[in-house]
């Protein structure tokens, strides 16, 4: 995807900085952002590795010692999930050994959990009373350990009929609420998270994901019988990967192959409560949440770990997968993530053996303050620490939104207006908008209208003294003759073609339009297309203009309306249409004569709307598409003679040849690019060789 690409330059370029000699105390390791185009960016540095736990304790200190001694140590093997609870003790699923290890902050085994009994533990969570929840995928259950490391219970498949005969019960993460009600990840569960009592009777499914709009599987539905639709593979959603809990009960679910949902903050209704725009990985291992509601995530693909609001707003990204130097802070695959209670973050690598220690840097520690107050309402309490964040990075987007809403509760719509723009924040743009026009509508409103008032009495005046008098004689005449003129004239034309359009048709083989006016209102059609990207309120386009290509624009435009033409064209010379091609070029232009005059003033009118007012925008649009479609079918009609049953037809068969128009298109500049490197591969072959 385009958006990893630039994530791999901007980290390449991040290391290729690093290679470059520093002043002593610079920062080498580099964060990154999403803009509120999508578009990621490098920001301040967010996070930086202090070291790793690798087995015998931070950076291994001690090693020898302890293994002569034979103290017990804590080498993992291909460990899976981490935990770390509110005295911050780390507990590790060391899935390869088949147990569970309690280590303290610096990695000093403390207890181990589950040796000899567990199998291959790849899911752990531990309540508030201490008590130790592992999910034992390799036997299929769910044990329970005291703090004092003694088995308490063991879990097994639930016998309820609801839970599914079929289903295999093959736990591979656990979380639980504060009732002690088991939220389980299962193998193959693609209900969703089994909900079991703390005795293990099953309470239901939660939080299933849904399958997601397949066009190809619509059109099956359409087109296939009922036994060709039972004989195709049923399309299932993906099951849950991850589980974790926040501290006011959310449950948070994270999920492989799920792209721009991977992560899921649900309520008791099981309903998503993140609707951010935010981008959000579709290969997250696993998730967690801090005190504040913060939420962050281990990327298993890329290796990168993303830091979100309690919104589901990215604030930072960082880390990478290894290129093999064994580089600290970055992974060859994190299978696990969690957060201490003073904010240090710790990532498992399934790989390595290891876990990572990050501490947040004085930019992360000010961005999380002005987040916490943001978030919780205190906009203008925010309003400074945001101010702090801006002078060490002038591009981070949501201090902009911080700061537009904190002017925002205070007045001052003017500055918010501004910040709020640069935020690209629709919503609260729209809002400040409406708040200064409504001011300027306060203040100017008996102007206006007196001037309108004044315009239409001057017109009426006017009118009236040009047909007595003759007021205004040599102007008009001007006008008249001027509209006489042949190419004038057929320029004109288009406000026939929307008052009469089946006269309108008939008129253009009749010397009503040209070539020439045609292909000027073919340039004028292009103005207005690239008048209205540009130029289109954000609130309604969602398109940044600096990253807009004006030759893609152009080939948008006329690349379908080339083939629409030349396809009905040769449809028509096969099926009796009376149509030259350069009446069929004529009245494809012609028939855009709505978009042509309203285009334009509805891309004005844009500027001067809020969000409560989109329907006027909308409406606008569909309107504008839906008269040029009528147009383009009474163009079909009148120019090539057909009934109706005959035009619609022609069409069907015009759409269908744009689309093998494309396809063939496509098959041969794809199979061109491969035919040109195999001709370069053995040019170099034989240079080599010669």
Known sequence: MKWKSLIAAAVAFALLAAAIPRPAGAAGYDAFTFKQNGQPRLTQTAYVPMGAIDGYGMFGAGAAEREKKGELTAALDQPQDLFIDARGHIYVADTGNGRVLELD????????????????????YVDGEGKLYVADHGAERVFVYGPDGRKLTEIGKPASLLFGKSNAFKPRKITADLRGNLY?????????????????????????????????RSLQKLLFTR?????????LPPSPSNVAIGEDGLVFTATVGL????????NVAGDNLLHSSSYMSGNIADVTVDRMGNIYAADAVEGFIYVYDKDGSLLFGFGGMDAGYQSLGYFTSPSGIAVSG????????????????FKPTPFATLVNKAVSLYLDGKYVDSLEPWREVLRLDSLFDLAHLGIGLAYYKQGRFDEAFDELKFAKNAGEYSNTYWELRREWLMKHASTVLSVLVGFAVAWMILKRLHRRFGFGAPVVNAARRTGRVRLVGQLLHVFRMLRHPIDGFEELTNGKASVLSAAILLALFAAVRLYEVFQTSFIFSGVDP????????????????????????????????????RDVFKGSVYALSPYLLFGAPLTVLSKGLTLMESVVYDYGRIFIVAWCAVLFILMVKEIHGYEFKETFKNIAITVSGMVIMAVIAFIF??????????????????????
């Open 259 to 266: 792209e721009g949902a991977g992560i899921k903050k649900l």
């Open 227 to 235: 036994k060709q639709l039972s004989q195709l593979s049923q399309k």
């Open 546 to 581: 600096l990253r807009i290509s004006i030759p893609t624009e152009l080939l948008k435009l006329f690349v379908p309306l080339l083939g629409w033409i030349v396809c009905n064209y040769m449809v028509s010379v096969i099926n009796d249409g009376e149509g030259k091609f």
């Open 105 to 124: 902050a610096r990695g000093s085994v403390i207890r181990v959990f589950g040796e000899g009994e567990l199998d291959e533990p790849t899911g752990i």
């Open 184 to 216: 389980v990840v299962g193998e193959g569960l693609v209900q969703g998270l089994a909900q079991l009592s703390p005795d293990g009777g099953f309470l239901g499914y939660f939080g299933a994901n849904r399958v997601g709009f397949s066009l190809e």
């Open 342 to 357: 003073s904010g240090l973050l710790y990532v498992l690598d399934k790989e390595r053996g290891n876990i990572q220690i």
């Open 669 to 690: 500049f794809g199979l061109s690019s491969q035919v040109w490197d195999f001709v370069r591969s053995i040019a170099e072959e034989v240079k080599y060789r010669g």
